[in-house]
């Protein structure tokens, strides 16, 4: 089935490790967005991609890193993982990136211990 | 599932009503408006959208209604179901790539 699909579904990992969140669409949507979401905060933007090896900072870059070098992966890196990035993190893509409606996955709840 | 806010607004509302969702937003140049849809442990879902030239979207038994001079937007959801329950954001855009959330609220549709 078309879609977007994250993985893992849950991890659990210790501060400082380096942990990386996995997105793939099918639909060939040349956008693509990863969001947080907290209580108290909503959903965040960390970073979005208009193509590959295109990528731009969202609302909270700090502390994370992402590529694209193909159109339907977007990968998102935890370099050195804190407590404070404990969070479900959201992947999504678009058709046009503006004016159009975000696809999201069903997300990677992530806990830093 | 995931959480999304302990204290968000919340709806409550009996199985066949109508159901009425607000949502203020905040800047008055957005000209792209969605709601979404969020169950518990899923990603947000896309119901419907409605561009600023127009002040009412109709689709299956949901209508956003906007109101650019209060900087307010709806969504009415007609014979609300069990299977309505869940946290409703509003979001909106400025053209560009960044989305704006609204915080939130729950839906609790009562049998």
């Known amino acids: 089935d078309a879609g977007i699909t994250q993985s893992p579904r849950y991890k659990i990992t210790e501060t400082g490790r380096q942990v990386t969140l996995m997105c793939h669409q099918t639909?060939?949507?040349?956008?693509m967005f990863w969001y947080r979401q907290d209580l108290g905060h909503g959903l965040r933007l960390i970073y979005y991609?208009?193509?590959?090896?295109?990528?731009d900072k969202g609302e909270v870059p700090d502390g994370y890193v992402v590529s694209r070098s193909k159109t339907e992966n977007f990968p998102l890196t935890l370099e050195s993982a804190t407590r404070s990035q404990t969070s479900v993190y959201f992947c999504?893509?678009?058709?046009?990136?503006?004016?159009?409606?975000?696809?999201f996955g069903n997300g990677t709840r992530l806990t830093v211990t | 599932g995931e959480s999304v806010g302990l204290h968000l607004p919340t709806l409550s509302v009996q199985e066949g009503d109508n159901s009425i969702i607000n949502c203020a937003y905040s800047n008055s140049a957005s000209d792209y408006f969605i709601w979404y849809k969020q169950e518990s442990g899923k990603g947000p879902q896309f119901i419907i959208d409605?561009?600023?030239?127009?002040d009412k979207r109709q689709g299956q038994r949901v209508t956003v209604l906007l109101n650019k001079t209060v900087k307010h937007l709806s969504l009415q959801i007609a014979a609300t179901q069990p299977g309505d329950s869940a946290v409703y954001f509003c979001?909106?855009?400025?053209?560009?790539?960044?989305?704006?959330f609204g915080a939130g609220t729950r839906l609790f549709v009562k049998a």
């Open positions: 999504a893509s678009s058709e046009t990136g503006a004016n159009s409606p975000l696809h």
């Open positions: 979001a909106e855009n400025t053209g560009g790539f960044k989305t704006i």
């Open positions: 639909w060939s949507h040349s956008y």
């Open positions: 991609s208009a193509a590959a090896d295109i990528t």
């Open positions: 409605i561009r600023s030239n127009m």
